[in-house]
């Protein structure tokens, strides 16, 4: 077992991982939103990832090389998951706990639903289930030209004030989303709630040239929510939204109903 | 847009999926304890799936196709991830949503955080993101050839119960577990949150023919949750544990205490 000490405070590790691959823009912008604020050490898939939740590699081995993109920071591409690039990552390349494990920049939305299918959230959720404060970016434009002015920008302040703040919950993940416009247009943040939308879908059914059928997902978001405290109401009116994430996914108000109710 | 009208109460439609594939002894199981209950319709992966939590299919086209290893029961298999299986059953071959949908019976675990990586728990998560009920089923016994006749007296009893009752709270998930004890030695059914408990990841580093490393994912199960109202404590003392689950991630007492703390 790899010996997990706990980074002093004079050089915080910042373990940056996503879900767009080692290559994505938006990954180059998380790093160089926040390398002056510790040691950053890169370890993202080596291909596009998106879409895939929470999934780890079970039946398979892993990859795990160096990637050669960045000048000057420690990079390394695996071939599994978002998640298992931060069981890789904590087990075999740092042998310890980063301080913060941040994951992004998304290029696509994570609000609402979105949580539960995005790679990038989950590689935050997984470094929280593992005592890792973390926090995932995601920027409202799927463009890979996209402007991520605005989420380094919030990147920067926001991770700078975790590091520093006095005692930071060893189970924090946040959800951060920016809207997609520019850096001076941002109103300002938001803490939410996650609102109640989901996707309507509806696939696309095709012929192959043999014969056979095949479907591609596609889908309408729609939300249902109209709180004003949510993440899509604030993004909605230029504001970035954070979410703080649980993993403890009990439904405890229905639990209690159900323990008067269910009879066996 | 498929027509999606609600069952009626006469003939409930039961949606049935999984995450070890269509093939699988556990999937037989849970068609076999309550086929006498609705119409059974299977939509299954056609190859295992376990561990792709939440996954859904983007990049890639998707197959559907019948399955004939049920000799009475409506069945296809899919390419996808669970989690696509239950949209596509849902657009593609019900046009409409079944009155629940039921995954499993799982080979293996997936009480405690198990649930946040199991594909079981993530198709009935996503039935529940549709206003579909939904109940996940898992035995505690890893086993091609597991004895699931415990794990089907009580997927007869709650399903019944289920479906019998007044009024279904649509967005209703249940993590059922099951002990792999015979089905008389079980104590009976418990109503708990899920524990907190992980994996403490060491990853099984190896050479392969050409002399390059590669890494299987292993871990042992760590428990540090000493709650008595835990599904893990339920099913170490031979009770049945069903833990409600929710999809909203919003995590509201830090939601709180950022909202005074964060400055920007």
């Known amino acids: 077992m790899a010996t997990r000490k706990k980074a002093t405070k004079e050089e915080p590790v910042i373990l940056i991982t996503n879900d767009d691959g080692v290559t994505a823009p938006g990954l180059a912008a998380l790093v160089d939103a926040v390398k002056h604020l510790g040691k950053v050490v890169v370890v993202a898939p080596d291909k596009p990832q998106s879409g895939m939740g929470h999934a780890i590699t079970i039946g398979n081995p892993l990859r795990l090389v160096s990637a050669h993109n960045f000048a000057d920071i420690e990079a390394w591409q695996c071939s599994g998951t978002p998640v298992d690039c931060v069981k890789l990552a904590v087990d075999k390349i740092l ?29 935050a959720v997984e470094a929280c289930i593992e005592s890792i404060p973390s926090i995932g970016f995601s920027l409202l434009d799927y463009s890979i030209e996209a402007d ?84 899509v109401w604030a993004l909605n009116h230029n504001y970035v939204s954070i979410v703080p994430v649980q993993f403890d996914l009990t439904h405890y108000k229905l639990k209690e109903k159900l323990e008067k109710t269910l009879k066996f």
């Open 95 to 123: 042998h310890r706990k980063p301080d913060i494990c941040l994951s992004g920049v998304n290029h696509g939305a994570n609000h609402s639903i979105n949580v539960i299918y995005s790679g990038t959230m989950s590689a």
């Open 148 to 231: 991520f002015s605005g989420a380094k920008k919030y990147a920067t302040l926001l991770v700078e004030q975790i590091l520093n703040s006095k005692s930071i919950d060893k189970h924090l993940c946040l959800n951060v989303n920016v809207p997609a416009i520019a850096a001076e247009l941002i109103k300002g943040v938001k803490v939410c709630r996650q609102a109640y939308a989901k996707y309507v879908e509806d696939f696309d059914e095709r012929l192959d040239p043999n014969g056979r059928k095949y479907y591609w997902l596609t889908g309408e978001f729609v939300n249902f929510d109209r709180g004003r405290d949510t993440d």
